[in-house]
């Protein structure tokens, strides 16, 4: 064949961005735009607060659309209001606008996504309707080939169905093959010859496998062979019908690949009007309430905190800070995130995004603190022994995975795991190495320092949190594509911080790009407030 058919992305994602079709033709086109869901979800941790201030947070009305793709937008901070009536058109547009919003971003941020064929739990609901209704389609289908003579009129439907399913596999360039298909596989022609006892079944099936072999990925190579190899009618309808499936995943998820640069360089502007729509269409639901006031607390907070912190500066005299200053505290501020503040409406989308950083952060600082009160500890004997310290970082990840969401209880367990396998440890170097070993009172200060360092006021953790968020935000405000010198103590965590680092800042680029026009109003707004 002279048509070349590109290999297709073989990578998989989340199982929640693509929906199965539940019809029994199996074949149905991929619906893209409808078929991520994202759920927006804000934390609130109110130990802290009263009883009444808790019950003043539980009162925060969302604005929840409902039938939405995303199955709900929430948007928190918006005062109650009188009832009001709401066409469906409105709800629709502001859903499917966001949804396709959300879509876009996906692609345009995460190189590695995919779409996924979802396989319902056998025992859920759905996988149990899914069964039924297949096994009943599959048995009529069944019945009717078992008659004397044969019944072909499934069959013919599935037939069909399965040409449709070919056709819809080709590029538009492939017009020969095109051609050739509709040719071979004449609807018409195959009911005569069933109406004349004339059809011959397997001619038919290995001209669809050899179509199919010719325009799948590698992978489904192995699985076509084997089907070629089958006989009977019901069983390799069902490998055929399955196997289009996962074809038109694999092309659905080519086709994403192919567009990625294309939606990246448009995305912005994209997601920039789509937002807008919607701040239009939740403004109408909730009396002109322009949906930003969680966006408006953070900017503000961080305001606040960059003008606090510039009264200690020697020589300071007292200015508005500036926008890329605020900009670079409030982007900072998610890297240790306090789950009692709503998120902003601006970065919801990446909310999840962004929480999995914070914890990153959070787990190599707990790291580079250990290690940093072993080597002091242990003294300057094991400063040069290398593997040493790479070997305690590996397994301190390990013992130290899913701290940051572990009861009180659960942290000292993982902590007296730790400090037995730093002592372990460091006393199996000092005696491999024949330097020393480990005394009575080194053991008990490094268990009483270990212990302590989840304390909100250890002073270790202090010291190494800042060094991160110093380098991270020198890489953010760095005007050159020089390196940045990796900070004392964080040499060995080099490429986890160097990965975080990455990761953070293509989120914030982006979000800098869409949202900044936001950004620059609110901080107009609050300076000219203080200046007032």
């Known amino acids: 064949m002279d048509e070349n058919i590109p290999e297709k992305n073989k990578n998989k994602q989340s199982e929640s961005d693509i929906k199965e079709n539940e019809t029994c033709s199996h074949t149905n086109e991929i619906n893209e735009n409808n078929n991520k869901q994202v759920n927006y979800k804000t934390k609130a941790e109110n130990d802290s607060v009263s009883e009444k201030e808790q019950e003043s947070r539980r009162k925060v009305q969302h604005i929840t659309i409902p039938s939405s793709p995303l199955g709900g937008i929430l948007f928190p901070g918006v005062p109650a209001s009188p009832p009001r009536f709401v066409s469906l058109e409105q709800i629709m547009k502001a859903a499917n606008g966001v949804s396709n919003m959300v879509l876009a971003h996906e692609i345009a941020v995460n190189k590695d996504f995919v779409l996924e064929k979802i396989t319902p739990n056998e025992d859920s609901l759905q996988g149990q309707v899914k069964n039924i209704v297949h096994k009943a389609?599959?048995?009529?289908?069944?019945?009717?080939?078992?008659?004397?003579?044969?019944?072909?009129?499934?069959?013919?439907?599935?037939?069909?169905?399965v040409k449709e399913g070919l056709l819809s596999l080709l590029l538009p360039h492939h017009t020969r093959i095109k051609t050739q298909i509709c040719e071979v596989l004449d609807i018409d022609l195959i009911q005569q010859q069933v109406e004349h006892d004339a059809l011959d079944f397997q001619h038919y099936a290995q001209y669809v496998l050899s179509i199919m072999s010719s325009l799948c990925a590698p992978v489904r190579d192995a699985r076509i062979r084997e089907?070629?190899?089958?006989?009977?009618?019901?069983?390799?309808?069902?490998?055929?019908?399955?196997?289009?499936?996962?074809?038109?995943?694999?092309?659905?998820?080519?086709?994403?690949?192919?567009?990625?640069?294309?939606?990246?360089?448009?995305?912005?502007?994209?997601?920039?009007?789509?937002?807008q729509e919607f701040l239009e269409t939740h403004a109408e639901l909730a009396d002109n309430v322009d949906g930003l006031e969680c966006t408006r607390e953070w900017l503000k907070r961080n305001y606040k905190k960059v003008m606090d912190a510039s009264k200690d500066l020697p020589n300071n005299e007292e200015q508005a800070p500036s926008y890329t200053k605020i900009l670079t505290s409030s982007y900072l501020e998610l890297l240790e995130w306090d789950d009692k503040n709503l998120f902003p409406e601006t970065l919801l989308i990446d909310q999840a995004r962004f929480l999995v950083l914070r914890d990153q952060v959070y787990q190599s600082t707990?790291?580079?603190?250990?290690?940093?009160?072993?080597?002091?500890?242990?003294?300057?004997?094991?400063?040069?022994?290398?593997?040493?310290?790479?070997?305690?970082k590996n397994h301190l990840a390990i013992l130290l995975e899913g701290i940051e969401k572990c009861s009180e209880e659960e942290v000292q367990n993982k902590l007296e795991n730790v400090v037995e396998q730093v002592i372990q440890e460091t006393k199996g170097c000092l005696e491999k190495h024949k330097i020393g070993e480990l005394n009575k009172m080194q053991e008990d200060m490094l268990r009483g320092q270990i212990k302590d360092i989840v304390?909100?006021?250890?002073?270790?953790?202090?010291?190494?949190?800042?060094?991160?968020?110093?380098?991270?935000?020198?890489?953010?405000?760095?005007?050159?594509?020089?390196?940045?010198?990796v900070p004392t103590g964080l040499s060995v965590l080099q490429s986890n911080l160097s990965c975080t680092t990455g990761q953070f800042l293509r989120l914030v680029s982006h979000n800098r790009a869409v949202f900044g026009e936001y950004y620059a109003d609110i901080i107009n707004t609050i300076r000219h407030a203080h200046d007032n």
């Open 227 to 275: 089907l070629m190899t089958v006989i009977e009618i019901l069983p390799l309808f069902k490998g055929i019908i399955e196997m289009l499936d996962l074809m038109k995943l694999d092309m659905a998820n080519f086709t994403i690949q192919q567009i990625r640069p294309h939606i990246q360089q448009q995305s912005i502007e994209y997601e920039r009007k789509k937002f």
């Open 137 to 161: 389609f599959w048995d009529v289908l069944q019945s009717q080939l078992l008659e004397v003579p044969p019944n072909y009129s499934q069959a013919m439907v599935l037939l069909k169905d």
């Open 366 to 392: 707990l790291i580079a603190s250990i290690l940093l009160i072993t080597y002091n500890t242990a003294g300057e004997r094991i400063y040069e022994i290398s593997d040493f310290k790479e070997t305690l």
């Open 455 to 485: 304390s909100p006021n250890n002073r270790v953790c202090k010291l190494i949190k800042n060094r991160i968020l110093t380098f991270i935000e020198e890489v953010m405000t760095s005007q050159t594509a020089s390196p940045v010198k």
